[in-house]
């Protein structure tokens, strides 16, 4: 239950990869090399300029090598690609009981429109972006370089 006051945030689980793809039903539908696995969760208050702040925050975040090994190039820099899986599970509450409660993540609609925005937000400055599929079972692989993992969220902008 959400209390007087908080606010609801789109979230990004960000991932360096060596190479990332998904499949559904066997088949490769999303493949990157060096870059960035993004699981997007849209929650259902989200709204145009959460993706926009996340789309910038993950285009310019400096997370990748420079030549003294140093995290200082961002995808920009780098050119390197994007592959970006929804996933409504990040918003999953499990202070109760023992099942996950999915209730504050967008309903199926709204994400997808949420998402497809993030994803054209990311190609609109020249990053090669490839998805996973919207509603879809999925299998996600990937080889993480470092490991490297961040998790963002909208709210930390407003």
């Not at 908080?6 to 990157?32: D, T, Y």
């Not at 925050?57 to 929804?86: C, E, Q, W, Y």
């Not at 919207?134 to 370089?145: A, G, P, R, S, T």
Request: hydrophobic fraction near 45%.
């Amino acid at each position: 239950m959400l209390k007087i006051g908080q606010v609801i945030h789109m979230r990004a689980v960000v991932q360096r990869v060596k190479e990332s793809k998904v499949e559904v039903k066997g088949r490769a539908v999303g493949v990157i090399g060096p870059g960035l696995l993004v699981f997007l969760g849209v929650g259902e208050d989200d709204l145009e300029r959460d993706c926009d702040y996340l789309a910038n925050k993950i285009a310019h975040l400096r997370i990748f090598p420079d030549d003294m090994d140093l995290m200082n190039l961002s995808l920009m820099d780098t050119g390197k690609s994007v592959l970006v899986v929804s996933q409504f599970t990040l918003w999953g509450d499990c202070r109760k009981g023992r099942r996950p409660s999915f209730a504050k993540a967008a309903r199926p609609e709204r994400a997808k429109e949420l998402y497809e925005h993030f994803v054209g937000l990311l190609r609109a400055k020249d990053i090669h972006v490839e998805t996973g599929r919207f509603q879809e079972m999925m299998d996600v692989y990937l080889i993480n370089d470092g490991p490297v993992t961040l998790m963002l969220d909208s709210a930390k902008s407003f």
